[in-house]
């Protein structure tokens, strides 16, 4: 896949991600739901400027529509009055903003330095190596799994920690990977 | 040391701790009411309170240890600012590798931290408050947020809030993923709807800050806190802890090669191996080899240095590093050190915001020198040349301090440790060549510069 | 005001100045990147440290008010450590391509790291690129090449802050961060040559000039654009009698820093002369000839109508003349010659605007589409209204014997076959003219001149401010300037003498032309003759002066400092 979900870590530094950096299509226009409308519109009254409310309107973005396309940052630039451009620096800035679809289970696992000397970068390893060999950043071939390096996901205590989707796992090691992805469906 | 009772975190471990009942039914907003009544008698002003916080000694407990009220007391009073509000954000966006305090209390006490918000809402004049939280902590926001439309529910929160004419709105902003945003000017930026770049100071944010209106930038324990002084006074506050710079109960939290790690409440200034015991001591009872005492960004302390140290902001400078956010990260001896201080370059290359020159050119090549010196690629002058790199990234080369914490980790280790940095090169195959990395070239240049310069 | 003592030269400047501008004033050129006297500041590059006494830490000159008795140490030995530093930072991702790179020559990044960078490189890492983002077009005038980019955003700055359209974001972060338009749009505004402008290394660059010549050939005249009334100040840079771009000259009081695509664009359009020698055109001949035929047949032809009725030739100048060219035309036929109608007419629109803060409103706003009908009008040119002879002409209820065109381009109308017809029942029709159209076709006489490159002059712009505008490149052999043929057109009823150089008509015009009383030609708008002063009015004296030594630079501060009018 191209462009990676959270720009895989591994990569870095030095050359930019594989793929291209431009927001990718999605290939059809965008509004939003009338429940992601009502929580716009309550959004708005929460700041004194629109440009505020751009990083939890993308949030609802994501829900909405799983990623950020091109198609969804224009459409964001518009409802709150910025740049398209703007918008999509303010994307690329965070990791946490998905720019290509991902897999069911976005598998988010941490090798900053506590979990790194409980052993993470192994266990990312293995996790994309049993998932059939997944690039970071890739998604399984049945869509089911997307596997990311991130950084500290203040879990430290219990090293090495992962994080799939919004929920926290603690201390997945080499020994327990297998009964930990048997669990994702 | 044994009598001391947890403060903090005395409400973790209970059953529903985060509901609003089991928190009132605790003594929770106690505090809130008794100041709103007061307010009105006259018995309490925002004055009082901020002195009250003042003279508990209460040093932020985000990284700085910035005295809390006199942070307070920066923002200009009424008759200079005119008619912009002040902004209180409360800094939720715990991000410092081996950090993970603020996250227990946001997910099991989050009553304790809306209310020192409250506090310090009273205190400052301020009628909207936020959260920053940072968005990996995806419940955190969803147990915050439950808990603000309970305190609104309740009346604690809202306009006329329990009948005092004090109007107060307290809000969730998530973060999406930058560290940097953990420093104050950048979550300022971050809140606005912009990439998290850190601003130039000054102005501080207390005379401009969020939407240019003056804000103050605490830290959840610091808010927690602010509560408690309110609950039992400034003395009880100053009664805890080292010395009176150095006060009140703390939050360790203790990660790597102990047998038990987590989060430890403890009087400030608890001697490390105090705290090496409360964790049960070192995993698989293996040798202590090194400590980074305050997160990531602060310089390494070998065993013998912090074996006695008392964990405290000025214990812990005397050792020449700093308790930073109190994030011990605890390696034993068989930590490969070269890894260790690669694996912590490889976070600050990724999480620089690419502002300024130095860090963002300077963290992504001291995390490709150490990548090329842990594979065997590295020369002996690499290792002098990690340190003249890292030498010249910080001490106000940049806007924010970012590049100075990406450098403490090379400055600290290699001279400690330079052995084995330097038994990565010695057996390094490549055949290489030697660098002309010596020193000298720099201040040549600089005399030949200076003469053309006037010439 | 702030007395700032840098590196030991004394200065007093106002006090919203920062210090790299105080160290300006004091002739000390701190090198900067990301700084910019019309951009907001971020102080990011951090090429611009200094020494502040009684600071602990170095600072970034940009970022820091003066404050008064402030010592400023810039040259340093910490000073220049840290630039050396911010130095190697830059350069350990620049790609060394400046043999290909068209800003070689004049490259901040060049320039800096000759006065502040190493000799060597440290770094054997390899060297940082960006796939499928160097060498692309993002726009219709801008290729972008992010090898090179240092970061700066003085292009996403001025994109939001000046032409306010915000076109191009820092897209990604850290050692990753690019300048990127969102995909699916363009870089396209009408000042998006600007952000090439700012740009100070090769990684903005225009599609117009990129790979035409190396800038260090270019010779530069200080110039006025004159695609409308505005008169943004331009430099015309050209080698061997080719133009090959404009440039805007600072000038605080008309276009600031900046001018627009459509007149910068126009550079390459003053090259080139379809007519090499005078045309004469008889009952279907048509033959090259010499000036002095040529000459002596307007004076025939228009001896001949006027001893039948002045009334019956018209003389059509433009708001394209100079002002003298316009005086010259006026005195010439309305004075000498005695005949009534001349006139001249200016197109309407499309407007063209400047952002200039030294303007009320904030912009500058150009609705005619030719630079100087105020001096037409000065000179004694009527403006053709309603029931003037060219409206009567138009709609048929006046026929002139002669028709004298003093510029075959003084409207869009000339490609329309109905208005040249209409201009054609003149029995002699005489043009100026550079460009084959309909009208140089439909010509009797036609007489070649240069373009604005070739001649000087002085325009009146929508401010009402004289702005000369230098020679450039010397017209072909026998193509002659407007002003050139009016002199020796009027030598032949001794009116003028042909060896008049534009000055000197300047000097016998000024005492009668509203407007032009008591200037100097020396003087007159080159750098905007009453540029009010800022702080950094000097910039422009400093942008032509590069690499010119720190007394040299005193004297143009002092100079500059002398003439400033108010702050801004």
Known sequence: MSGGANTPVETLPGQPPVGEHGALSCGKELSFSPGAEARFARLLTRYPTKQAALLPTLWIAQEEWGWISREAVDYVATRLGLSSAFVWGVVTFYTMYNRAPVGRHLIQVCTSISCHLNGAEEVFHACRKKLGDLKPGQTSADGKFTVVEVECLAQCDKAPAVMVNGDDHARITLENLDAFLSELK | ?455 | MAKVTVDGRTVEVPDTTNVLEACRAAGVDVPHFCYHPRLSIVGQCRMCMVEIEGVPKIQASCTVPVRDGMVVLASSEKALAARNATMEFLLINHPLDCPICDQAGECKLQDNAVAAGLPVSRTVEPRRQFPGYDRTSIGPHVIADMTRCIQCTRCIRFCSEISGTGELSLIERGGHAFVWTHEGKELDNAWSACAADVCPVGALTTKEFRFRKRVWWLDKARSVCDGCEIGCNVSIEHRDRVVYRFLPRVNLAVNDFWMCDYGRFRAEELNGNDFTRPVLRKAGTTRETHWGEALDAVKAAVDAAVSKDPASVLVLGSARLSTEESWLLAQLFKGTVGVPHVEFHADLGPERRIKNPAVPGGWLVGREAAPNSRGAEAAGVARAGKGSALARLLDGSYTPDVLYVADAEFTSRVSDPEFILALCRAKTLVVHGRRTNLLTDAADILLPVASLAGKEGTFVNVLGLVQRFQLAIVPPPIVRTDLEVLLHLGKRWNAFDPQWTAKAVFERMKGTVPGYAGLEWDSAGLVGNDASASPTSAYDVLLERRLANPAEILAAVAEAAGTAGGEK
């Open chain 2, 1 to 455: 040391m044994s009598d001391f009772q947890p403060v903090l975190s005395a409400r973790l471990g209970k059953k529903n701790s985060c509901a609003l009942a089991t928190y009132v039914a605790d003594g929770g907003y106690a505090s809130w009411k008794k100041v709103l009544a007061g307010s009105k008698t006259g018995e309490w002003t925002p004055a009082k309170v901020t002195d009250v916080v003042k003279a508990s000694g209460l040093r932020g407990r985000g990284g700085a240890g910035f005295p809390t009220g006199m942070k307070w007391t920066f923002v200009p009073p009424k008759e200079k600012r005119g008619a912009k509000p002040v902004y209180l954000l409360c800094n939720a966006d715990e991000s410092e590798p081996g950090t993970f305090k603020d996250r227990i209390l946001i997910e099991k006490d989050p009553h304790q931290i809306l209310e020192g918000m409250m506090l310090a809402s009273f205190a400052l004049d301020v009628k909207h408050a936020y959260i920053y939280i940072r968005g990996e902590m995806v419940h955190g926001a969803e147990i915050l947020n439950a808990a603000i439309d309970e305190a609104y529910a309740a009346g604690l929160l809202g306009k006329n809030v329990l009948g005092s004419g004090m109007d107060l709105d307290l809000t969730v902003h998530r973060g999406a993923g930058a560290y940097i945003c953990g420093e104050e000017t950048a979550l300022i930026e971050s809140l606005e709807g912009k990439r998290g770049h850190p601003r130039i100071k000054p102005p501080f944010p207390a005379v401009s800050g969020v939407w240019n209106a003056p804000t103050v930038v605490n830290n959840v324990e610091t808010l927690c806190c602010v509560k408690h002084i309110l609950d039992r006074g400034a003395d009880w506050f100053k009664g805890i802890g080292r010395n009176e710079r150095n006060t009140g109960p703390k939050l360790y939290c203790v990660s790597g090669h102990v047998e038990k790690p987590g989060v430890y409440e403890a009087p400030m200034g608890i001697p490390f191996k105090d705290l090496l015991a409360m964790c049960g001591g070192m995993k698989g009872g293996r040798k202590l080899k090194a400590v980074i005492p305050g997160g990531s960004s602060a310089p390494m302390l070998t065993a013998a240095e912090i074996i006695d140290v008392p964990l405290d902001f000025d214990g812990v400078a005397a050792a020449k590093s700093m308790l930073g956010s109190a994030a011990i990260i605890v390696m034993d001896e068989t930590t490969d050190m070269p890894k260790a201080v690669t694996n912590i370059a490889k976070f600050y290359a990724h999480e620089s915001c690419g502002q300024c020159t130095p860090c963002r050119e300077g963290t992504p090549w001291l995390h490709k020198m150490l990548k090329r010196i842990v594979a065997g690629q590295g020369k002996k002058a690499d290792v002098e040349m990690l340190l003249q790199v890292a030498g010249q990234m910080g001490n106000g080369m940049t806007i924010c301090v970012f590049a100075d914490a990406a450098i403490a980790p090379v400055l600290s280790a290699i001279p400690k440790f330079r052995e084995e940095f330097e038994a990565y090169v010695t057996k390094s195959a490549s055949p290489g060549f030697d660098q002309p990395a010596a020193a000298g070239i720099t201040s040549k240049v600089a005399e030949r510069t200076a003469e053309g310069m006037h010439s």
